[in-house]
């Protein structure tokens, strides 16, 4: 017991009282017979209570609690000492010996009993007391530690600094835990210790039920006192698991912290202060994006409509976030993305020390591992991705469970599969985020509601241009508006005065060096009328006559593609079922936002007019251009003219536009002169003649086109010409003619001239919804030269001549909706080069040729909604080795299931029915 009061150790009164009482006693208990069973029980107490001493003396020392708790004991101690001291000198001899033994014998057992007493009571509620004040230290400190918690979160800029705070703060908290531990030899034997660098927070205490099993022993063992032991005891874990709560939160905060507000360029970008018209369409990308099966999402829409704001949206929503559970990264990917450095980016992001790449593989390899080390689930956000990169998104790709990748782009990649089309917003959003952007109310304002509604209108719920034009009006006065509105209905447009607008929608117009035709394709789109549906078959005449030297469709076809996946402009699709090996586009048509058009004008008239190489012009009423009423050299190769109800045709004739190889004309007018002027655009190669009144109209000066040595392509929509057979009109180079809602049959039927002396060389005639058309006129077959004869949806069309079989070199035949139609003549077995055969929702057909097998070269036959084809098919059929395609309804299906056996790659294709009536004017 020496060494216990040795070295300094424990140096305190308490500590030192004991020892020198214990020694004592254990040096006489020996000597002294007399006292001996006294003197055995005062060594066995103070034995028992020795380790204990050591504790108090070691923990008052270490948290300078005041002596005189155990000042009483201590002076007992040393009366004590002195009464051993005593009892060891007694003598039996002398005369007062057994008064003395007598008196000694109960000091002792007093002394032995207020030991005890003080062990089992007063030190009890000592370290009772003592814990409760170290728990209270606690509780204060854990207080502090929220308290700066919730000055971080309010004050984000020193966000960090204050974290600092609250983790040293934290630090002092657990320490005095610690404390608390070791004082608290009743109530807890231990806990676990603190990790000194609390920016991780709380290390596990997993000891702490043992500790609580031996406080709760120990308790037992005391009288009522163990109630309040056991009280203290349950506050100590409760405030225990309530530090832990919060520090757990610190280091969420900690990490959440360092992600969204650190240098890191990989955070989800704070959202704007106003948004309008996005909720349902956040709810649809949730939905799409948390399928089982989406790893891409690729959202798509024109530039300025929201896209990047949406995944923002996407990036803050709780729901998101709680699937997540923080691993969100978002990477701005723009024009010119450098792969290594967005691969450092996130690494940076995540904490991890940024790697130095070697090459962009490696760079990939290196994510792949910080993917898999994050965990899942993860969510990548690629924003602003261009057309040009989109094999970037392939690099990103990885097979993880629950990793998945959101892209924002101008372009709908095509190739994967998950795409969501951002629209413009709806009206009654476009016109809140606009009197916001204005700072007024709707229906409050001086302004009238009539102004407000044209603008509106006028931006067609194009976010950027709502705001900014909102914007320039905001605090102007009422003429200003009015003055903005009249512009407009003048024919001024929004980028005269709106630069940021303009600018914007340019950067929709940055094409890669082998895509910059996509440009010239994009301005030729200005050529057709506002709000007006543009026949896909025009385009793809001007197009293949303007700007591809092989002049074959199909490259004006993929670039449409294109130009619609860049939501450049809209393809509308009306028939759903596949026409696999065959580009049919007769009945598409392509829509374009009003303020695309107004940029494809606006780039096309930077120039003075004769340096212009496409020459836009809208007239009202007869009010020529100034520049149009003195002679006027055009060096443009694409004009388009036109004109309203109040046009009488009346042209000024001072123009010469030899270099035009593009003419547009647009009226709506009954009656409608071609211009004398057009006779000497030699170069001319297509024309494109549409009505856009309600009613056909009559066109004159056809007679014109004979001095046009170049015309190829011609299409005329909604107008009649009762002469234009009966007029000898000479185009030799013509190959393409397209009829569509014409007013015909009476023409076709009073011909008197040999019309294909006229057009020697016509290798295409489309003839579509012209419903006076009862019977195919018998010198439509003499153009021996003949490929392709497309008769579609004439529906009083109720037979074909059999001089059909004629056009030996006709390789396509569609007859599509022409609901009258009864029968194919057999000689059409004559048509061996004939590869495409179209009868779909012919409804009067009730049977097929009988020798249609001699159809040797037949790849496709579409026979769809034949309701009244039921019968066998031809055994012939099965002479028809080059088949591949059958496109029919469920029960058409039927016909083939017994010639199936012949056929090793014929493909039957059931198509769903499809009422489309997307092909109506908007007129």
Do not use: Y
């Given at each position: 017991m020496a060494d216990l009061a040795s070295g300094g150790v424990v140096g305190a009164a308490f500590g030192e009282g004991f020892a020198i009482l214990h020694d004592t006693v254990k040096h006489v208990v020996g000597q002294i017979i007399m006292f001996k069973s006294e003197l055995k029980r005062l060594e066995s107490t103070l034995d028992g209570v020795a380790p204990m001493v050591r504790e108090i003396e070691e923990l008052s020392q270490a948290l300078n609690f005041p002596v005189k708790e155990t000042q009483s004991l201590v002076e007992q101690m040393k009366k004590g000492k002195e009464l051993v001291l005593k009892c060891s000198k007694i003598k039996r001899r002398n005369w007062n010996y057994c008064v003395k033994a007598y008196s000694y014998s109960n000091k002792l057992s007093k002394l032995n009993k207020a030991i005890e007493k003080f062990c089992q009571v007063n030190l009890i509620v000592q370290n009772t007391r003592n814990g409760l004040e170290t728990l209270t230290l606690v509780s204060q400190n854990t207080k502090i530690g929220l308290k700066t918690l919730t000055e971080v979160n309010q004050n984000t800029g020193i966000g960090l600094d204050t974290l600092a705070e609250v983790n040293h703060n934290t630090t002092i908290g657990l320490e005095t835990l610690a404390e608390v531990n070791h004082n608290t030899r009743i109530g807890l034997e231990t806990l676990a210790e603190l990790n000194q660098n609390t920016t991780i927070g709380l290390e596990t205490l997993a000891d702490v039920n043992y500790t609580t099993r031996v406080g709760l022993e120990t308790l037992a063992e005391v009288n009522h006192n163990t109630r309040i032991g056991l009280e203290t005891l349950t506050e100590v874990n409760e405030n225990k698991r309530a530090l832990n709560l919060v520090l757990k939160h610190v280091e969420s905060q900690n990490s959440n912290m360092k992600k969204k507000y650190g240098t890191s360029s990989c955070a989800v970008p704070k959202l704007r202060d106003y948004i309008v018209g996005f909720d349902l369409h956040l709810k649809e990308l949730k939905r799409g994006l948390l399928k089982e099966e989406v790893s891409v999402l690729i959202v798509t829409a024109l530039g300025g409509c929201g896209k990047t704001t949406l995944v923002k949206m996407l990036g803050w929503d709780e729901e998101i976030i709680d699937i997540y559970m923080g691993n969100i990264f978002f990477v701005n990917v723009s024009k010119t993305p450098n792969l290594k450095v967005i691969v450092q980016n996130l690494f940076s992001y995540n904490g991890d020390e940024c790697p130095e790449f070697q090459s962009d593989e490696d760079a990939i390899n290196q994510l792949e591992q910080l993917l898999y080390q994050i965990g899942q689930p993860i969510l990548l956000i690629l924003d602003d991705v261009w057309p040009e990169s989109e094999s970037l998104i392939d690099k990103f790709k990885c097979n993880i469970p629950n990793y998945k990748i959101v892209v924002t782009s101008r372009k709908a990649f095509s190739r994967f599969k998950f795409r969501f089309q951002l629209n413009p917003l709806a009206h009654e959003d476009a016109m809140r985020l606009f009197c916001h952007s204005a700072s007024m109310q709707v229906g409050s304002s001086y302004i009238l509601e009539e102004d407000m509604e044209k603008i509106v209108r006028y931006c067609g719920g194009l976010p950027?241009?709502?705001?900014?034009?909102?914007?320039?009006?905001?605090?102007?006065?009422?003429?200003?508006?009015?003055?903005?509105?009249?512009?407009?209905?003048?024919?001024?447009?929004?980028?005269?005065?709106?630069?940021?607008?303009?600018?914007?929608?340019?950067?929709?117009?940055?094409?890669?060096?082998?895509?910059?035709?996509?440009?010239?394709y994009f301005m030729d789109l200005g050529s057709f009328p506002e709000d007006q549906r543009i026949p896909a078959t025009a385009l793809i005449d001007v197009w293949t006559e303007l700007h591809e030297s092989s002049k074959n469709d199909v490259h004006a076809i993929a670039n449409l593609h294109e130009l619609n996946s860049r939501n450049l402009a809209s393809l509308v699709m009306k028939r759903k079922d596949a026409e696999e090996g065959s580009y049919y586009y007769n009945e598409e048509f392509v829509t374009q936002h009003d303020l695309l058009r107004e940029l494809a004008i606006q780039l096309s008239s930077q120039k003075p007019i004769i340096e212009r190489t496409r020459l836009i012009v809208d007239i009202r009423e007869n009010n020529l251009p100034d520049w149009w009423m003195k002679p006027q050299l055009i060096n443009a190769r694409l004009l388009s003219i036109s004109t309203d109800e109040q046009f009488s045709s009346s042209w000024c004739n001072n123009i010469q536009a030899p270099e035009v190889e593009a003419l547009i004309l647009n009226f709506r007018t009954r009656n409608y002169t071609l211009p004398e002027f057009v006779k000497n655009m030699v170069k001319l190669k297509v024309m494109i003649v549409t009505n856009y009144g309600f009613f056909p109209a009559e066109l004159s000066n056809f007679q014109l086109l004979s001095s046009l040595p170049n015309l190829k392509r011609i299409r005329l929509e909604k107008v009649s010409f009762s002469s234009l057979c009966n007029t000898l009109v000479q185009l030799r180079s013509l190959k393409k003619i397209s009829l569509f809602m014409c007013n015909i049959g009476q023409t076709f039927g009073n011909s008197t001239i040999q019309v294909s002396d006229s057009f020697p060389n016509l290798m295409e005639i489309n003839i579509d919804y012209c419903n006076d058309l009862v019977e195919l006129p018998t010198w439509l077959c003499e153009f021996l030269h003949l490929k392709k004869l497309n008769i579609t949806n004439c529906h009083k069309l109720s037979e074909l001549p059999e001089e059909i079989g004629k056009l030996v070199n006709l390789e396509e035949l569609r007859l599509r909706s022409c609901t009258e139609?009864?029968?194919?003549?057999?000689?059409?077995?004559?048509?061996?080069?004939?590869?495409?055969?179209?009868?779909?929702?012919?409804?009067?057909?009730?049977?097929?040729?009988?020798?249609?097998?001699?159809?040797?070269?037949?790849?496709?036959?579409?026979?769809?909604?034949?309701?009244?084809?039921?019968?066998?098919?031809p055994s012939s059929i099965i002479d028809l080795k080059q088949l591949r395609l059958v496109v029919c309804d469920e029960e058409r299906a039927k016909l083939w299931e017994p010639f199936e056996e012949f056929f090793s790659n014929l493909k039957v294709m059931k198509a769903k029915k499809d009422i489309n009536l997307n092909w109506l004017s908007k007129s």
């Open positions: 950027i241009a709502l705001e900014v034009i909102g914007g320039s009006l905001c605090g102007q006065p009422v003429e200003v508006w009015q003055s903005k509105v009249m512009g407009w209905s003048e024919g001024h447009s929004i980028f005269d005065s709106d630069n940021e607008v303009l600018a914007r929608l340019q950067k929709c117009l940055d094409f890669s060096a082998d895509k910059i035709i996509l440009k010239e139609l009864s029968e194919l003549p057999e000689s059409t077995r004559s048509l061996h080069k004939l590869r495409i055969l179209d009868i779909s929702d012919c409804l009067s057909i009730i049977k097929l040729p009988k020798h249609i097998g001699e159809l040797h070269k037949l790849k496709e036959l579409h026979m769809k909604e034949c309701l009244r084809l039921r019968k066998q098919l």
